[in-house]
């Protein structure tokens, strides 16, 4: 596994940091006023947080002026699904597709 993939893992190991996510999924663009408001945790704990996200590259901030945003970027989570989780979906699907067949050819469906 790579330095990167493994960033993402352990920024996705943290509660506190999925829930960031997930509310930047919910409303991408937040300063991090918005997102202590909504977090329940210290401003300085939701820094922590960011600075760790953004190190993955899971969260992008940008300037504009005095303000800054917080903008989720999903590459990072779609390698890591598409390297460790749908590589083994195929297999599962396939072995659905084939007891479909078998069980409506029992049946002359």
Do not use: S
């Amino acid at each position: 596994m790579d330095a990167d993939e493994d960033k993402v893992f352990r920024a996705l190991a943290d509660a506190g940091r999925r829930e960031l996510l997930d509310r930047l999924h919910a409303e991408d663009g937040q300063t991090l006023g918005q997102l202590c408001a909504r977090m329940g945790i210290t401003r300085q704990a939701v820094t922590k947080h960011l600075k760790v996200l953004e190190g993955a590259n899971l969260v992008v901030p940008i300037r504009r002026g005095r303000e800054k945003r917080h903008y989720l970027n999903p590459v990072p989570i779609q390698e890591v699904a598409d390297r460790w989780i749908h590589k083994f979906e195929r297999g599962r699907l396939l072995a659905l597709a084939d007891l479909k067949e078998r069980l409506e050819g029992d049946h002359g469906g």
